[in-house]
């Protein structure tokens, strides 16, 4: 079994900043992509930011150049940067995974249970 997940959530006030790390552990041979996913009460979930085994990043549109993404390997980490926070980024966020648990294993999606991020004065 593989098991994710997120901490470092919290309020914080606008303008401030949030580091959210995100841990898979268990059966864990290789993890190919690592993501982060936000859903805000009422919304869709939506991308945040996702970094490939190779360092390659995309973001989703509100968070492009606010939001940074790195990941550890050694650890089998993700973290997120967020700066410059609005009430717009109040959401809970989500770390997915994409893992194998042995070399002839195909690769699956784990989903931590989520941190919530509040933004607020």
């Known amino acids: 079994q593989v098991q994710v997940v997120e901490s470092g959530g919290g309020l914080v006030q606008p303008g401030g900043s949030l580091r959210l790390s995100c841990a898979a552990s268990?059966?864990?041979?290789?993890?190919?992509?690592m993501g982060w996913y936000r859903q805000a009460p009422g919304k869709q979930r939506e991308l945040v930011a996702t970094?490939?085994?190779?360092?390659?990043?995309h973001f989703g549109h509100s968070v492009k150049g606010r939001f940074t993404i790195s990941r550890d390997d050694s650890k089998n980490t993700a973290t997120l940067q967020m700066n410059s926070l609005t009430a717009e980024d109040t959401a809970v966020y989500y770390c997915?995974?994409?893992?194998?648990?042995?070399?002839?294993?195909?690769?699956?999606?784990?989903w931590g249970p989520g941190t919530q991020v509040t933004v607020s004065s």
């Open positions: 970094i490939t085994r190779e360092g390659d990043t």
């Open positions: 268990g059966s864990v041979q290789r993890i190919d992509d």
């Open positions: 997915k995974q994409t893992v194998r648990q042995c070399s002839w294993c195909e690769y699956y999606a784990y």
